[in-house]
């Protein structure tokens, strides 16, 4: 685990600045990063603004513990078959957001052009299945696959990866404007 000391660094400071923009609350949504056989993740139950990074938990790709304190998140399945099905990504941020939650219940299209530029004509939206779960590791790459580095968990959340942590959580970030603007525009409708 050559860097790893880089890794939980990047990976802590993610998911504080998660934390900072509002997209979750105390230790909920996660974070992960992999590199090389390790896939470095928060860790279950830690808040957000006292993580630091010896918490950050590594996991081998069967989501066995190789170190850290405590538990990996119990989302970490959900992270390991991204990073399996999906060889491409190299980080993922899942949030909690509120607004981009409020919407995860049906479909969200972008309202305007910047949100269609970075996500399309629609997020997707995976089906509902309970937190923690490989049913949910699998309706989130299924939504993954048909979407532009974003997907809505149903009634839960949001999923975005990318190749670098950054990349993954300006994606969380721009989602959760998406759908701040889809929510407004319901309210008052935007005329041409």
């Known amino acids: 685990m050559r860097g790893g000391r880089v890794f939980r660094e990047r990976v802590a400071r993610a998911a504080r600045r998660m934390w900072e923009l509002g997209l979750v609350v105390g230790s909920s949504g996660n974070v992960s990063l992999r590199a090389g056989g390790v896939i470095y993740i928060t860790p279950s139950g830690v808040p957000y603004a006292h993580l630091r990074p010896k918490m950050v938990v590594a996991i081998d790709p069967d989501g066995n513990v190789l170190s850290g304190a405590g538990e990996p998140s119990s989302e970490w399945?959900?992270?390991?078959?991204?990073?399996?099905?999906?060889?491409?990504?190299?980080?993922?941020?899942?949030?909690?957001?509120?607004?981009?939650?409020?919407?995860?219940?049906?479909?969200?299209?972008?309202?305007?052009?910047?949100?269609?530029?970075?996500?399309?004509?629609?997020?997707?939206?995976?089906?509902?299945?309970?937190?923690?779960?490989?049913?949910?590791?699998?309706?989130?790459?299924?939504?993954?696959?048909?979407?532009?580095?974003?997907?809505?968990?149903?009634?839960?959340?949001?999923?975005?990866?990318?190749?670098?942590?950054?990349?993954?959580?300006?994606r969380a970030e721009a989602l959760e404007g998406v759908a701040r603007v889809s929510l407004l525009g319901r309210l008052r409708p935007q005329s041409a």
């Open 77 to 170: 399945r959900m992270h390991v078959l991204i990073y399996r099905e999906l060889p491409v990504v190299r980080a993922i941020v899942h949030t909690h957001s509120p607004y981009a939650t409020a919407v995860a219940g049906g479909s969200l299209c972008p309202a305007s052009d910047e949100g269609r530029l970075l996500f399309g004509e629609g997020i997707p939206v995976s089906r509902h299945a309970p937190p923690g779960t490989w049913e949910l590791a699998r309706a989130a790459v299924e939504a993954l696959r048909r979407g532009k580095g974003a997907c809505l968990l149903a009634h839960h959340g949001t999923v975005t990866v990318g190749g670098t942590l950054t990349e993954a959580l300006l």
